[in-house]
DNA sequence: CCAGAATACCTAGCAGCTCTAGGTAAAGCA
DNA sequence: TGCTTTACCTAGAGCTGCTAGGTATTCTGG
């Protein structure tokens, strides 16, 4: 049973800079990337991650530069920038918060920010 | 600085289904709640929630009724139905999911789905 | 007794987003 | 030669949040 949509769309966004955190990837690349994490419960089409990768570029909180495969396969990297990774951070300690918020208000274990 | 919109979007569900997942409650009661249990940081305008309300509704999530205060002032009380506590249930499975997932690619300490 | 705050509900409509369903093209493989 | 994989893209439907309005009642301070 896959997730629902809300929240996919919510995390897609942390888990793309996530990826991006660890080194300079592509579109292509990012969705296996994904996939593999998490065990292949999650499977995005291209065309639901590109739109994304567009708009994390406007926001300036990535950059692009046109790279090749060994193949000569043109590829379109992506860089996660400055503002990029000061959202990452932002995003996940919303997380955080509201994470814990639902476990207290479910009677789960308590969570403390770090 | 309060929370991004996606976030506050995607939370916003689970955490009314949580609220009357605690008894029977109202629109005004339950902005009141979410605020008071977030310690101020959350704050929703009732024109979020009524549609969120109205839209749980239509999901069969919740039932409403009319009820009363002491003083006569009327009240639309939303009452959790059985799907409404196994969407609830589901959305916080996917919540750990998720929050393990970015946590796991940003090298935070490991969380398991209880 | 009057004004304003608090309580309590509602909707229209814009803006933003996801994501399906298409498309192009090159390289590898059988 | 044709299929699969790699690799990118966009249009537009559909959904949603949330702002900005609105109504009406009760409580409270002066």
Same mark, same amino acid.
């Given at each position: 049973?896959?997730?629902?949509?809300?929240?996919?769309?919510?995390?897609?966004?942390?888990? +793309?800079? $996530?990826?991006?955190?660890? &080194?300079? $990837?592509? &579109?292509?690349?990012? @969705?296996?990337? @994904? #996939?593999?994490?998490?065990?292949?419960?999650?499977?995005?089409?291209? &065309?639901?991650?590109?739109? @994304?990768?567009?708009?994390?570029?406007?926001?300036?909180? +990535?950059?692009?530069? !046109?790279?090749? *495969?060994?193949?000569? #396969?043109? =590829?379109?990297?992506?860089?996660?920038?400055? *503002?990029?990774?000061?959202?990452?951070?932002?995003? =996940?300690?919303? !997380?955080?918060? @509201?994470?814990?918020?639902? %476990? #207290?208000?479910?009677?789960?274990?308590? +969570? %403390?920010?770090?």
């Amino acid at each position: 049973m896959p997730a629902s949509k809300d929240l996919i769309a919510a995390s897609a966004t942390p888990l +793309v800079l $996530s990826i991006l955190q660890q &080194g300079d $990837s592509y &579109g292509y690349e990012i @969705i296996q990337k @994904i #996939r593999e994490a998490s065990g292949g419960s999650m499977d995005w089409a291209d &065309g639901m991650l590109y739109p @994304i990768l567009h708009r994390l570029e406007k926001k300036e909180w +990535v950059e692009s530069y !046109w790279g090749q *495969s060994d193949s000569g #396969r043109k =590829r379109k990297y992506y860089k996660l920038r400055r *503002s990029g990774r000061k959202a990452l951070k932002d995003q =996940r300690q919303t !997380w955080t918060e @509201i994470y814990a918020l639902l %476990q #207290r208000l479910n009677g789960g274990p308590h +969570v %403390q920010p770090s």
